[in-house]
C-alpha cells in the first residue's frame, strides 16, 4: 500500500541556516503530495503541494519539488527563523482522497 | 478552501466516560475523515465520515469504539467511547471540497487527555 517514509529528527539548527527534510514515497498510482506544518499547540496547517511530476510547491520560503523518478518530495528553505519551528508532516493523497502521513519531523531553530 | 471549527479543542475526561467532537465547515464538502494523533506520533486515519451512510472505518479502528455521524455535508461527530488513558490523543477532522482532492483542511484538534 501507499506509504511515506521522513526524515526523523529532531532536527536543530541556528537561525538563517539552511533546512532539509526528506521525503520519499510509495505510491501505486500518480500521488499527490503535500507538507504540513504543526505549530507547537496548534492544528495541521497546509505549507504546501504538488499535484504532479516536477511540479514544485512553494509557501513561506519553504519549496519541494515532485521528483518522480525517485519518488522524493523533499522540503527546502534557505533561511530558517525561529518561527519555523513546529513539526513537519509529509503526506501523499492516492486518488481514494485519504492522506497517509509520515512520521513527522521536528525541527527547532535557535536564536 | 474550507474553514472548519472544531470542538472542543480540549477536555480532561475520566476514564469509562465518553466524550464527543464536533466538526462544523463552513461549505459543503465531498469528503470528511477523522484522524487520531497519539503523542509525539503522527497522523492515523480513524475512519472516513459517509454523509448519510454508516462510516468506513480503517483497520484497527471499530464502531463501538469511535461511532462517527454525518447528517449533512457540512457537520461530522466522532465520539471516543468507554474511553482508557490509551485514547488520550489529538483527534483532528479532516474535509475535502467537491472536485478538488487537493485542498484538504483540517480542524484544529481536540487534545483530550483520560485520566
Known amino acids: 500500500g501507499d506509504s511515506v517514509t521522513q526524515m526523523e529528527g529532531p532536527v536543530t539548527l541556528s537561525e538563517e541556516a539552511f533546512l532539509t527534510i526528506n521525503c520519499t514515497y510509495t505510491?501505486?498510482?500518480?500521488?499527490?503530495l503535500f507538507w504540513y506544518v504543526q505549530y507547537p499547540g496548534e492544528g495541521l496547517q497546509l505549507l504546501l503541494k504538488?499535484?504532479?511530476?516536477?511540479d514544485k510547491g512553494s509557501n513561506k520560503g519553504f519549496e519541494a519539488t515532485y521528483r518522480k523518478e525517485t519518488t522524493s518530495f523533499h522540503l527546502e528553505k534557505g533561511s530558517v527563523q525561529v518561527s519555523d519551528s513546529a513539526v513537519y508532516f509529509c503526506?501523499?493523497?492516492?486518488?481514494?482522497?485519504?492522506?497517509?502521513f509520515g512520521a513527522g519531523t521536528t525541527v527547532t531553530v535557535r536564536a | 478552501s474550507a474553514v472548519i471549527s472544531q470542538k472542543p479543542s480540549r477536555d480532561i475526561c475520566q476514564r469509562g466516560t465518553s466524550l464527543t467532537i464536533q466538526c462544523q465547515v463552513d461549505s459543503q464538502v465531498t469528503m470528511m475523515f477523522w484522524y487520531r494523533q497519539q503523542p509525539g506520533q503522527s497522523l492515523t486515519l480513524i475512519a472516513t465520515?459517509?454523509?448519510?451512510?454508516?462510516?468506513?472505518?480503517e483497520s484497527g479502528f471499530v464502531i463501538d469504539k469511535f461511532p462517527i455521524s454525518r447528517p449533512n455535508l457540512t457537520f461530522s461527530t466522532l465520539t471516543v467511547s468507554n474511553m482508557s488513558p490509551e485514547d488520550s490523543s489529538i483527534y483532528l477532522c479532516?474535509?475535502?471540497?467537491?472536485?478538488?482532492?487537493?485542498?484538504?483542511?483540517f480542524g484544529s484538534g481536540t487534545r483530550l487527555t483520560v485520566v
Open positions: 503526506a501523499l493523497s492516492d486518488g481514494d482522497y485519504k492522506l497517509s
Open positions: 465520515a459517509n454523509q448519510g451512510s454508516e462510516a468506513t472505518y
Open positions: 479532516s474535509a475535502v471540497p467537491a472536485l478538488s482532492r487537493e485542498d484538504y483542511t
Open positions: 504538488a499535484t504532479k511530476a516536477d
Open positions: 505510491a501505486t498510482g500518480y500521488p499527490s
